[in-house]
């Protein structure tokens, strides 16, 4: 086989450049043998693509496991290509844009197989190579005194290879963003919808198996939020759950996070401890292409860990007896943060109940911040589920205090709240309060003139304590 460029036509050192009058004459005499040739490489062409596709295999394993799985794909892509490649150098008018239109296609129809990008790069270049030492043989066997022609030709040829691989690169490149935008879509969807509590039993296979956690795990459902202003990446950035597994989610409204922790997976004999977890996340707001998280997003996976939102980086500790105060425990966050803990539920049925009392809890949660287990906050979560009892129940029984002077008023309800806080001593009240205990009783003995409720009787201090978390939280 003839080198693709014959050693005795190679350009040497300080050879003379031909006049640029002659270049015309020569190139239309070069352009006649290499259609010449290019006619006979078509009439030869099933048996060339043969050539090629054992060639791929031998080179390539990508293409190697591709035969394997569909043989007659490979082998059509390679006709079609050798075909309108080969017939493009006789008729570029004609066949070009069909030419691209196939490499299109194959770029496209690769991405989507999962053949790696510099396979199918190499493989251009391979059927590049093929054809222009088909090319310089056919002329060198049957014409051997114009080989020395095809050297005017021989960067138009690789050019058009280099062009080639350029549009299989950019269908590939398309489509895998294309790909990646919506399997992070389909992630944002399967975990809206178990937020949402929308999802369908039957489909909970999939969706375990599509976001990486087990369909019968015990869970809980965290609502971190920032205040207003904080981008996103702050929440992903800012709050963490050292060693438990976490699928961030973002809230709609673009103002906070939701989190399902994984904290056991009932699935297994025993409670099998997950891979630790911290920051899968899934964004709503990413475009395509954008890396995940992962955080694997669904309108979310983070992926930053991956944009399915899985990832892990710490192992877990999950057990039977791992409760909703554990996550507590383990929560890193800002101290402007506020985040509302759901109960732990079973399964991925139940991850819509956990949502909804983890917006409880965040309602339960105070302005300034701080976090709130639902279980360990109920009388106040009872406050702010019914609203607009709560602000009856706080006008009802607080109205006298609240119609005070501002500063005797907000003197008299800190009395009250920490009395209550430190279980009803006045003397560890008046060292939260720093003022003498015979102060915190007088004040407290005026609440009782003021609103007409008994410190001493248990069903008042209950009426007090929950007008009191009416006041915080529901006033603005």
């Known amino acids: 086989m003839q080198h693709l460029v014959p050693a005795h036509v190679r350009s040497q050192p300080g050879t003379r450049s031909p006049a640029p009058a002659a270049r015309p004459a020569v190139d239309a005499e070069a352009l006649a043998v290499l259609h010449r040739a290019a006619r006979a490489l078509m009439a030869g062409l099933p048996e060339l693509a043969e050539r090629l596709v054992d060639l791929l295999v031998a080179r390539e394993p990508a293409y190697r496991a591709a035969m394997e799985a569909d043989a007659e794909s490979v082998r059509d892509e390679v006709r079609r290509s050798l075909r309108l490649n080969v017939g493009s150098l006789i008729q570029p ?58 050297v005017h030709v021989a960067a138009d040829v690789w050019n058009f290879v280099d062009d080639h691989c350029a549009v299989a690169a950019d269908a590939y490149r398309q489509t895998e963003r294309e790909l990646m935008w919506r399997r992070e879509n389909r992630l944002r969807l399967m975990t809206a919808a178990l937020l949402d509590g929308t999802a369908r039993i039957a489909d909970l ?3 375990a198996a599509a976001l990486g956690l087990p369909e019968h795990g015990r869970y809980a459902v965290v609502l971190a939020r920032l205040p207003s202003g904080r981008a996103f990446a702050d929440v992903r950035g800012q709050v963490s759950l050292s060693g438990l597994r976490v699928l961030w989610y973002r809230d709609r409204d673009g103002e906070g996070s939701y989190g399902i922790v994984l904290l056991g997976d009932r699935s297994h004999d025993g409670e099998q401890p997950g891979r630790g977890h911290d920051g899968g996340l899934l964004d709503a707001d990413r475009g395509p292409g954008s890396a995940p998280a992962a955080e694997a ?38 101290p402007v943060a506020r985040i509302g803990v759901s109960p ?133």
């Open 93 to 150: 008018g004609e066949l070009r844009e069909a030419a691209h239109r196939c490499s299109w296609a194959i770029g496209r129809a690769r991405a989507e197989r999962g053949l790696p990008l510099d396979a199918l790069l190499r493989a251009f270049r391979l059927g590049g190579g093929m054809i222009w030492q088909e090319l310089v043989d056919e002329t060198t066997r049957r014409h051997p005194s114009d080989a020395r022609l095809l």
């Open 205 to 207: 296979p999939a969706t």
């Open 297 to 334: 997003g669904p309108d979310g996976a983070d992926g930053a860990d991956g944009a399915d939102g899985r990832g892990g980086e710490h192992p877990g500790t999950h057990g039977p007896d791992v409760d909703a105060g554990e996550i507590a425990r383990r929560l890193t966050a800002p």
């Open 344 to 476: 732990v539920v079973e399964g991925l049925a139940a991850i819509g109940d956990a949502r909804r009392l983890a917006d409880t809890a965040l309602r339960a949660c105070p302005r300034v911040g701080g976090t709130v287990v639902l279980e360990e906050h109920l009388p106040a979560a009872l406050v702010v589920s019914a609203p607009v009892l709560g602000a009856a129940l706080s006008k009802r029984v607080l109205g006298p205090l609240l119609r005070l002077d501002l500063s005797d008023r907000d003197v008299m309800l800190d009395t009250l709240t920490v009395w209550l806080a430190c279980d009803g001593s006045a003397q560890r009240a008046a060292g939260r309060l720093y003022c003498h205990r015979n102060t915190v009783l007088n004040r407290l003995r005026r609440c009782e003139q003021l609103t007409g409720r008994s410190l001493t009787r248990p069903a008042d201090v209950v009426e007090l304590s929950l007008a009191l978390a009416a006041h915080s939280l529901l006033d603005p």
